[in-house]
């Protein structure tokens, strides 16, 4: 399991900071964020992020921000699918992060593609940035502005009409691939749903019949994803309709649902895997469905 898990957030501001994140030699990530909407904002600042697997994993759209934070012991230090700036981080060595083309004389943690490192804390105590101390070798600069790594897309979702029947949502979804196969692949669910009562935790969802969940990862948001551990391929030429469901059927409710549900679909790698593909997909069920499906009663809020 992740030290912390954020995943889904339709909007909002999100920060981790002045945490403790000691793996113990996990194969799990110390934090792990992934589809996060361009409406999202995520700050990471002043923790300790040490022994996993992979120290921070960040797959998705939302603003991030990766600052004064101690990243050691990891057998990755941070790893992201866009270009994100996590500069004035220390990465326990200090000449700086790992990495093959931009600091490969780096002794701290390795980041990948997309991570924007330069200038670094050469300390622990974050009071010295690498740019003043001088002499940390021969570094390349990566700007905010270069993708570095991100692919050409290549594969396309389009949503089909959207039902509401007895209290289970449908959500038809063509998927067209016109590139390579795409390995290690994960569907991600988010689902807004305001009106369901807190002791509601978890939701049952299907892609093409096969049962995954949804969980309740804050207010109103229901996250899960499909494909997980090792992920799924999508082969070189693949057109079809992926078909989701989510039963709502039977829900206890704290009032009417009368604003539309936001659902979030995202395509992603699974944890771990380089990110070869990345889309995503929003859908609005209008509030004339609601009424159609919902089968629980209404519960008082407490």
């Given at each position: ?39 999202s ?12 697997k992979l120290?921070i ?13 101690l990243i ?11 270009v ?27 980041v ?19 740019d ?5 070798g ?10 570095i790594g ?33 390995e ?21 969802a ?5 049962a ?5 990862s ?27 469901t989510?039963?709502l ?11 539309a ?8 790698s ?11 997909l ?5 509030a004339?469905?609601e ?11 407490a």
């Amino acid at each position: 399991m992740p030290g912390v898990w954020i995943a889904g957030a339709p909007t909002g501001d999100w920060t981790v900071a002045n945490n403790y994140f000691d793996g113990g030699n996990n194969e799990s990530r110390g934090i792990d964020a992934w589809v996060l909407p361009e409406t999202s904002n995520l700050n990471i600042s002043e923790n300790v992020v040490t022994g996993w697997k992979l120290g921070i994993a960040y797959w998705g759209y939302a603003s991030i921000e990766v600052k004064s934070n101690l990243i050691y012991g990891n057998q990755v230090g941070l790893q992201s699918d866009i270009v994100i700036d996590a500069t004035l981080n220390y990465w326990g060595h200090e000449s700086g992060p790992y990495h093959e083309s931009y600091n490969p004389l780096g002794q701290g943690n390795s980041v990948s593609n997309n991570v924007v490192f330069d200038p670094w804390y050469i300390d622990e105590d974050c009071a010295t940035p690498s740019d003043e101390a001088g002499g940390q070798g021969n570094v390349g600069t990566m700007g905010m502005g270069e993708a570095i790594g991100t692919p050409e897309t290549s594969i396309s979702m389009t949503a089909g009409d959207v039902a509401f029947d007895e209290g289970i949502i449908t959500l038809p979804v063509e998927i067209v691939n016109n590139g390579a196969a795409f390995e290690g692949a994960v569907y991600g669910i988010s689902l807004n749903l305001p009106g369901v009562a807190e002791n509601v935790t978890a939701l049952s969802a299907s892609c093409n019949g096969e049962a995954f969940e949804l969980t309740r990862s804050g207010g109103d948001t229901f996250t899960g994803c499909f494909g997980l551990p090792g992920g799924f391929t999508i082969d070189e030429g693949y057109a079809g309709t992926v078909i989701f469901t989510i039963d709502l059927s039977g829900l206890p409710l704290t009032g009417d649902l009368t604003a539309a549900i936001d659902a979030w679909i995202g395509l992603l790698s699974a944890p771990g895997n380089p990110v070869v593909q990345v889309e995503q997909l929003q859908l609005i069920i209008p509030a004339s469905l609601e009424e159609e499906g919902m089968g629980g009663g209404t519960e008082e809020a407490a």
